[in-house]
């Protein structure tokens, strides 16, 4: 079992830059497929950004590609999202999970049913 702290969510400009961490206690990250999901009020869970145990792979939806990189400091047992170019499109409570299960396609990655350990989030506001 693992469980997820996220924080460095708030109020930032169109533009602008957050880093969202999610600290994990219990066991190693490198345990487990990390990823980050948001949810928009009156919208589905979606996904964000995923980075494999190894850390050698990681993958993004298509709207943040450039914009977003998720990272991992094994040390300090936490995972990272650095969101740059901010826009308001981007407003949602962001979700870190975490899945000990195998994934065999790229789009196991995608799908938050696979991830069976999720943090209570941390909100991101993007004003225009």
């Known amino acids: 079992q693992v469980h997820l702290v996220e924080s460095g969510g708030g109020l930032v400009q169109a533009g602008g830059s957050l880093r969202l961490s999610c600290a994990a206690s219990?066991?190693?990250?490198?345990?487990?497929?990390m990823g980050w999901f948001r949810q928009a009020p009156g919208k589905e869970r979606e996904f964000v950004a995923a980075?494999?145990?190894?850390?050698?792979?990681?993958y993004y939806r298509d709207s943040v590609k450039g914009r977003f990189t998720v990272s991992r400091d094994n040390a300090k047992n936490t995972v990272y999202l650095q969101m740059n170019s901010l826009r308001p499109e981007d407003t949602a409570v962001y979700l870190c999970?975490?899945?000990?299960?195998?994934?065999?396609?790229?789009?196991?990655?995608?799908?938050?049913?696979?991830?069976?350990?999720r943090g209570q989030g941390t909100q991101v506001t993007v004003s225009s």
């Open positions: 999970a975490a899945s000990g299960g195998q994934f065999e396609e790229t789009k196991h990655y995608y799908s938050p049913n696979r991830y069976a350990y």
């Open positions: 219990g066991s190693p990250v490198t345990d487990f497929v």
């Open positions: 980075i494999t145990r190894s850390g050698s792979r990681t």
